[in-house]
Every structure is written in structure tokens, then in C-alpha cells.
């Protein structure tokens, strides 16, 4: 076993049996594509009424026809009780045509662009070279609403790793947001005390998401004793004083964080090598542990804005009228899941999670 382990707290007086919410949302998913669907579709759809998708495929989505063939294929899975709405987005690269933006402001399915630097993170090598080079459409997207959502990470490599999501909120996203301020900015997946700070620094048009490993790890659970490849994930994790501001901003009750998962399956044999690959599989116990994670914070009263109010107004959707519940009951994460005939590695495998989904979900 590995990682974060929950341990109790003093101040805790009494811990509810029942724990009733909003149904939330998940802001930045990734689903993967064709025999993994059946598995990673299922394992959001059970609890999250929207999730924002990622385009980051081979070859990646850049049209909205794309897109909403991608959707189809994913509806193909949803459960037959389930109302699951993927919402989706587009893969900006350097010759994006800026009518692409124009037609995505005319489907309700498919909402935002995303910024991947070239080369930072799975399936990117497509991504953007130079941010000048997406001048045109960013400039389309601010005039229509289009929210731009970025992989905050520049990737030249004298830069290091664990400084790179600084570097690029001071070299890219400043710049950017001067030259554009009404555009809306998801900074996505964040990690950082820079970060955190930059967000709250700027505008209502600017928002961030932050993932459930981002707030249980540090890089020391990721490094110490051994490399453990199933808590690899790109923006890499930090140290502990970045963990630290990430918690006090989910905690904050502040609308410019919301739940984003970045769930992110990849196969086992594909983690366990000498160059795995990043992203981390939260998606079958996501809402179970930011539960779990509120509770032992004392904050249970703010995950209902963190998980299901905050993202769907910015991104400016109705609010989830369902309701989820979930029980004190303990339960084990299973080893591993299939992607097909291939095993992946779930976040918290083989170990204890203290709350569980209620199967009903109630109206």
C-alpha cells in the first residue's frame, strides 16, 4: 500500500452517517476513447451530472463535428438510469481556424477550447508552439464567451519541472489576460501557491480547478521510499507548502475554485516503466474522497459549493437539481480496473475509503 492515509483529528466530535449534496460536477475529465469508455464512462456517469472532457485523443479534437462524434461515442456507455451531460471542448493548436470557435458558440455540447503547450502532458505534441500563434482565436473566443482552459505549464527544459506552472502564470497567462481581459480563463489542475494567489488576484472572468490527488499528496508520498508511478501526474506534484495552498483555497468557500478531477486512466504496464506515463485514475471513488477530505478538514459545509455550484456558474450552466447521498460506510477500493483487457490502477487501491455512494440518487 502507498500513499496518503487518512488519520484521525482531535477537534472531531461527531461524524454524520449520511451526507446529502447536490449532485456535482467534474470540470476537467478525461475519458479516454473506444473499448477504455466502458470503463471510465460508467465510473463518472454513476455520480457526476456534467463533465468537461478533454480533447486531448489521437488525433486530437479540433473540430466540432469531432467533438460531438466523440460525445456520441461516449453516450454509447452512460448507464440507461443515468442523465450523465458530457460537455466538450476543443484541442487548440497553432492553425486552429477562428470560424471553429464561431460554430462551438452555436452548440450547447460543446463549451470551451483547451491550451495544451506542445509537449506537456499525454497526447500534446500538437498543442501550442507559441501563444502568439493563437492570437486570432483567443481573441474570437473573448468576443464570444468561449472559456479558454490551460495546461499551465511551460516546457522548455532548462526550466524545471517543479517551477514551470510559475513560469508560465508569469510569461503566458499575465501577458495574456492584459491583452484579453475579458476572455474566460480556467487555469486548470493547479498545484501551486502561485497559483492560487494569481487566481485570486484577478477578475471573476478567471477561475481554477483543483484535483482530489492534488489535495491528498505532496510529492513526497510520490517520491519518498521509492518512485510510485500510479501518483505521476503532470503538473507534477509539489511540496508540501503548495499542498498546504491548494487545501486553504478548496476550503475557502471562494467561486473561483471548483471540482476538477483529472481523472486520468492509463494502463498498468504503461505506468510501470521506466518512462510512465502521467495522470492518475480517480474517477471510481472522486466524490468519496473530497468527501472524506471535507470531513477531516472540519469544512463538510463547503464541499456542496466546491463540488456542484461553483463550475456550473462560471461556466455559466444551470445548477444540478438532483441530489446525492452518501453513507459512512466503509468500503475498499479494488486493485486495479480494466481498460479494456488491460488492468489500470485506481487512486487509494486496495485501501480503505470511508464513504460510499448511496445507490439511489435522490430527486
Known amino acids: 500500500k502507498f500513499g496518503y492515509t487518512w488519520e484521525k483529528r482531535k477537534d472531531f466530535m461527531t461524524t454524520p452517517e449520511l451526507v446529502t449534496i447536490t449532485k456535482p460536477d467534474d470540470w476537467h475529465l478525461h475519458l479516454r476513447d473506444e473499448i477504455a469508455l466502458e470503463t471510465t464512462v460508467p465510473a463518472t456517469s454513476r455520480v457526476f451530472g456534467r463533465a468537461i472532457v478533454m480533447p486531448n485523443l489521437k488525433p486530437p479534437v479540433t473540430t466540432v463535428k469531432m467533438a460531438l462524434d466523440y460525445r456520441a461515442r461516449i453516450l454509447e456507455y452512460k448507464p440507461l438510469n443515468s442523465n450523465f451531460n458530457p460537455l466538450m471542448t476543443l484541442f487548440l493548436t497553432d492553425n486552429l481556424d477562428p470560424d471553429e470557435a464561431v460554430r462551438l ?4 455540447s460543446v463549451v470551451a477550447i483547451k491550451y495544451y503547450p506542445s509537449g506537456a ?5 500538437t498543442g501550442v508552439t507559441d501563444i502568439k500563434n493563437v492570437y486570432p482565436v483567443v481573441e474570437k473566443m473573448a468576443e464570444l464567451g468561449i472559456p479558454l482552459l490551460l495546461h499551465g505549464e511551460v516546457t522548455e527544459d532548462h526550466i524545471d519541472i517543479f517551477d514551470r506552472e510559475k513560469v508560465f502564470i508569469e510569461t503566458i497567462l499575465a501577458p495574456l489576460i492584459e491583452r484579453y481581459p475579458e476572455l474566460k480563463v480556467i487555469l486548470e489542475h493547479i498545484t501551486t501557491k502561485d497559483s492560487v494567489e494569481f487566481v485570486e488576484s484577478q477578475s471573476s472572468n478567471v477561475a481554477a480547478t483543483i484535483t482530489i490527488h492534488h489535495l491528498l499528496y505532496n510529492r ?8 510510485r508511478p500510479h501518483l505521476y501526474c503532470l503538473p507534477v506534484l509539489k511540496r508540501n507548502i503548495h499542498q498546504a495552498s491548494l487545501i486553504k483555497a478548496a476550503l475557502s468557500g471562494s467561486p473561483k475554485f471548483f471540482l476538477g478531477t483529472d481523472s486520468a486512466p492509463h494502463t498498468k504496464p504503461e505506468k510501470e516503466t521506466s518512462c510512465g506515463c502521467a495522470g492518475v485514475f480517480s474517477a471510481p471513488a472522486a466524490i468519496e474522497l473530497y468527501t472524506q477530505f471535507f470531513m477531516e478538514q472540519n469544512s463538510l459545509s463547503k464541499l456542496e459549493g466546491f463540488a456542484s455550484f461553483f463550475g456550473a456558474d462560471f461556466y455559466g450552466q444551470p445548477r444540478n437539481q438532483e441530489k446525492i447521498t452518501l453513507e459512512n460506510i466503509p468500503w475498499r477500493m479494488p486493485d486495479q480496473y480494466q481498460l479494456g483487457d488491460v488492468p489500470t490502477v485506481p487512486i487509494f487501491a486496495g485501501q480503505t475509503i470511508n464513504w460510499r455512494l448511496k445507490d439511489d440518487i435522490e430527486t
Open 121 to 125: 502532458t499525454t497526447n500534446s505534441d
Open 105 to 108: 458558440s452555436t452548440e450547447e
Open 220 to 227: 513526497n508520498d510520490m517520491l519518498v521510499g521509492g518512485i
